[in-house]
Each structure stands twice: as C-alpha cells, then as structure tokens.
C-alpha cells in the first residue's frame, strides 16, 4: 500500500486541508458572532444576569 499523503495524520492533501480549515474558520466566526449578539441581548434584557 503506498501512502500518498505526504505524512498527514488525516490523510488529507494540502489543497483539502486548507480548504476544510477555510470552512472550519468561517463556520466558527458565524457561530461566534451569533453567541455575541445573543449575550448582547440577554445583557440589555437583563443587566444583572
């Protein structure tokens, strides 16, 4: 069996690990921003909590 990965643990190439980590990055900053508006509004809603 020939291993083609170039020594990747994940058996991705270069091109897909940079294009999974693009989707990851992008996925995780939508899910950041959605988190700071919803503490913003609990915040406004009620200060003390």
């Not at 992008?26 to 509004?41: K, P």
Request: glycine letters at 8%.
């Amino acid at each position: 069996m020939s291993n083609d990965t170039g020594g990747s643990l994940s058996g991705l190439s270069a091109n897909e690990a940079k294009e999974f980590h693009k989707a990851f990055v992008t996925s995780f900053l939508i899910f950041v921003g959605i988190t700071l508006v919803a503490h913003l509004l609990v915040w406004s809603w009620r200060p003390w909590f």
